[in-house]
């Protein structure tokens, strides 16, 4: 497992959790669009148009996942200092 930590696109998605996930997501979507809409015989600009809204929502998906990840750890810091207070009371 410690050799496939240490390949750099590994290393680089550990670090950056919200971007990997967003280029992956958006990759995903990529490839289900060009499959979908291959044979509708769009503009050149209407598929940029088109992947550039479609990476733009696979963002937006991640931020609003990651809202929950926020609140997560807020909702651990007050616990935690729950905790500290409890002990401090006892001593």
Do not use: F
């Not at 930590?5 to 997501?25: F, S």
């Not at 809202?67 to 905790?83: F, I, L, R, S, Y």
């Amino acid at each position: 497992m410690s050799r496939l930590q240490d390949l750099g696109l590994v290393k680089w998605a550990a670090t950056h959790p919200r971007l990997a996930a967003w280029a992956v997501l958006s990759l995903g979507m990529l490839v289900l669009l060009i499959i979908e809409a291959r044979d509708v015989g769009l503009l050149p600009t209407q598929w940029a148009a088109l992947v550039i809204a479609t990476v733009l929502v696979a963002g937006a998906c991640i931020w609003i996942i990651s809202w929950e990840d926020e609140g997560d750890v807020a909702n651990g810091e007050a616990v935690a200092a729950e905790q500290i207070e409890k002990k401090d009371e006892a001593a």
